[in-house]
């Protein structure tokens, strides 16, 4: 059975900290997603990774598929970044997305 | 481009009473999807349409959840009668790819339906 576990549940930072979230999953995959869920519901793909590392601004994505874990990194914190934050990995014979419960960030000023 | 659009935004129905969603997916995006977000979960795949065949419905409750995806477009998802247990926000993501190359391809988010059953 395909399982994400995503670590810390909640996660609370002041601004400007270094922020990582961490997620393991169970089985191969073919690629992960880091997505960013703000109140009311709404979800943006922030990254889809299949190896090593991407970067987007202050984010940053790294995938180690030998050790079957990923991490999210958010430089220079600020509170517009308080979201929830899942990953999600891609697998199954259709590449149906297995998504983790999330990690909710909370960045004080 | 224009987003996933979802309608409605938030729906109040009692137990056993029934009510529908409706998703239109970005412009040429042959994949669609629905998921059920319980509040502190991820969100959960019920169904997953490729133009308008279906992938992977194995988590659909199919006693009481029915989606269907004419023409490869629109979607609307189905739910009679309700149960409490259904309270939750239903998303709908859209990809371009078709195919097995669809887990390479980005997911496009609407912004749910928020469903509370009282």
């Known amino acids: 059975k395909n399982e994400v576990e995503q670590s810390p549940q909640n996660l609370t930072a002041q601004e400007g900290e270094f922020i990582t979230i961490n997620c393991s999953y169970s089985?191969?995959?073919?690629?992960l997603h880091w997505l960013q869920q703000h109140p009311g519901g709404g979800i943006v793909s922030l990254f889809m990774l299949s190896s090593g590392k991407k970067k987007h601004g202050r984010l940053i994505a790294t995938i180690n598929i030998q050790e079957k874990h990923s991490s999210l990194h958010i430089t220079a914190s600020h509170p517009r970044d308080s979201a929830v934050y899942i990953c999600?990995?891609?697998?199954?014979?259709?590449?149906?997305?297995?998504f983790g419960k999330g990690t909710k960030l909370s960045v004080k000023p | 481009e224009a987003g996933v659009a979802q309608s409605p935004r938030y729906k109040i129905i009692e137990k056993r009473q029934s009510v529908a969603f409706w998703c239109n997916p970005i412009?040429?995006?042959?994949?669609l999807y629905w998921y059920q977000q319980i509040l502190g979960q991820g969100p959960k795949l019920l169904i997953q349409f490729q133009n308008n065949g279906v992938v992977d419905d194995s988590q659909l409750p199919k006693d009481r959840f029915s989606a269907e995806r004419l023409k490869g477009v629109d979607s609307t998802l189905k739910i009679q009668p309700a149960k409490l247990e259904d309270s939750a926000v239903y998303l709908c993501?859209?990809?371009?790819?078709?195919?097995?190359?669809?887990?390479?391809?980005?997911?496009?988010f609407g912004n749910g339906t928020r469903l509370t059953v009282t």
């Open positions: 089985v191969g995959i073919s690629a």
């Open positions: 993501a859209s990809s371009f790819a078709s195919g097995h190359s669809s887990y390479n391809s980005p997911l496009h």
């Open positions: 999600a990995e891609v697998g199954g014979s259709q590449g149906n997305l297995i």
């Open positions: 412009s040429g995006h042959a994949t």
